[in-house]
């Protein structure tokens, strides 16, 4: 529960909760119901998922779960990299963005609201993939 979300309303509130649900959704813990995915991949070593909700395109990373998930978060804690127009960032969290983000733009181009989250490392990714939406809408 984030007093934040709430004080914004109960849309907010389920939208918050959705997220969470999702975010946990990505690693398909065995004991955990399924997650209907409308679109499950994985590009350049980041996994991720793709839920539609309506017009509502939830796009969710999957955080470290392997060696090279690990390796890249090691990397974060090394000099951040410059990222063109997006600044400065730590480089393990850019690694395959390009990649991903060229793979999910066409599958979420046209929706009314586009949800980027993740957990950990996947927050990470969110994160670019939101300046990636911003410097070219889909």
Do not use: K, N
Request: charged share 20%; glycine share 14%.
């Amino acid at each position: 529960y984030d007093a934040g979300m709430a004080s914004l309303g109960p849309a907010a509130g389920d939208l918050h909760l959705e997220c969470a649900r999702l975010c946990r959704g990505i690693y398909a813990y065995q004991d955990d119901p399924p997650t209907a995915w409308d679109h499950r991949s994985s590009t350049a070593g980041i996994e991720w998922g793709i839920r539609f909700d309506g017009d509502r395109a939830f796009v969710v990373f999957q955080g470290s779960r392997s060696i090279l998930d690990w390796l890249r978060d090691l990397v974060g804690f090394a000099p951040s990299v410059g990222a063109g127009d997006f600044g400065q960032m730590w480089g393990g969290f850019l690694i395959g963005m390009e990649y991903a983000w060229a793979e999910i733009r066409p599958l979420v181009r046209g929706r009314g609201e586009l949800v980027l989250t993740g957990h950990s490392l996947g927050a990470a990714r969110a994160d670019i993939a939101a300046a990636y939406a911003l410097a070219a809408p889909a």
